[in-house]
């Protein structure tokens, strides 16, 4: 029988029984053993689109055909559950918490699904906030997962160290907003990421253009795109563009970012992300073989 839980009465999720479950080595099974690759989605700076981009590759991937994840490691900014338009609290059994479901099938952890109302604010210091993460991922009942996206804290916090050393990441798309300042912040993510093995897979430029409606010509707002050239100081391998589109407002809005067509937009990312997950799946195949 499912309990529900409540962050409100809890320093983490509050699901009765659950601030004294057991040590992970003594559960029957953690999830975790289930999720085939795990792919972080990092801004150096907020309010660049990271949540959005987040939502849109976990969407087209799920169009492909994969079963995909999401776990908003973004607790005191978290805007999944409302790009998605979930509403409703998660629930916990005797194996762990059950993730929430997007419309279409996506699995989502968030503490906004935790939360008595969406805007509560989310004032936990910093161990806090580390603990709740290591348990979104090490107790969240995520079952089959090809691919599960991590929604990364902005910018280079200890939240954001704690995902990168705790979270077996595959690779992270860094996203960045067209201004020069901004694609340097991204530069010290880079870094860092680089600092801590962690293959940078692709660089989004979001609002990085503007289509005109009436002339249907791209209009580069804030200057030539930088992007291109980051990516290519800091070895990224590959690089898209969205536009500012009135559309992904209106639809994030909506609790309907699934809805988006996104085009061949994110093709080059999302490539790319597939290249790194076939190597590690031939790596983890040649290490199971010699035993
Ligand atoms: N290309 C775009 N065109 C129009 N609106 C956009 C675009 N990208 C993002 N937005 C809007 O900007 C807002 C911020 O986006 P989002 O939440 O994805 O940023 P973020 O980088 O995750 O922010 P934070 O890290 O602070 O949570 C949202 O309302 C989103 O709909």
């Known amino acids: 029988m499912s309990e529900e839980c409540s962050a409100s009465s809890c320093s983490s999720c509050g699901v009765s029984g659950c601030g004294s479950r057991k040590a992970p080595e003594e559960k029957p099974k953690t999830a975790r053993a289930n999720v085939k690759h795990v792919i972080g989605v990092v801004s150096g700076k907020g309010g660049v689109g990271k949540s959005l981009v ?70 936990w210091r910093g161990p806090v906030i580390t603990g709740l993460l290591k348990q979104f991922w090490e107790e969240t009942n995520w079952e089959d997962v090809d691919y599960l996206f991590v929604d990364m804290p902005p910018g280079t916090s200890d939240i954001f160290l704690t995902v990168m050393q705790s979270f077996p990441l595959e690779g992270i798309v860094t996203v960045s907003a067209p201004q020069e300042l901004v694609a340097m912040i991204v530069g010290k993510a880079v870094n860092l990421a680089h600092d801590m093995n962690v ?53 994030c809005d909506m609790g309907k970012v699934e809805d988006y067509d996104v085009a061949d937009k994110l093709d080059p990312i999302i490539e790319q992300i597939e290249i790194a997950s076939r190597l590690a799946d031939a790596k983890k195949e040649g290490e199971q073989a010699q035993g």
């Open 199 to 251: 293959p940078v897979i692709g660089l989004v430029e979001n609002m990085a253009y503007f289509k005109c409606d009436e002339c249907d010509k791209e209009h580069f707002i804030f200057g030539e795109p930088q992007g291109r050239f980051v990516a290519k100081r800091y070895q990224i391998p590959a690089y898209s563009t969205l536009p500012i589109d009135p559309e992904f407002a209106r639809l």
């Open 54 to 123: 987040t939502s849109l590759l976990a969407s087209q991937m799920h169009k492909r055909g994969f079963k995909v994840g999401i776990l908003d490691a973004d607790i005191t900014g978290p805007s999944i559950p409302k790009a998605f338009g979930m509403s409703g609290r998660l629930t916990a059994d005797n194996d762990g918490i059950n993730p929430g479901m997007t419309e279409s099938g996506i699995k989502v952890m968030s503490v906004n699904l935790m939360l008595p109302q969406e805007d509560m604010a989310v004032a």
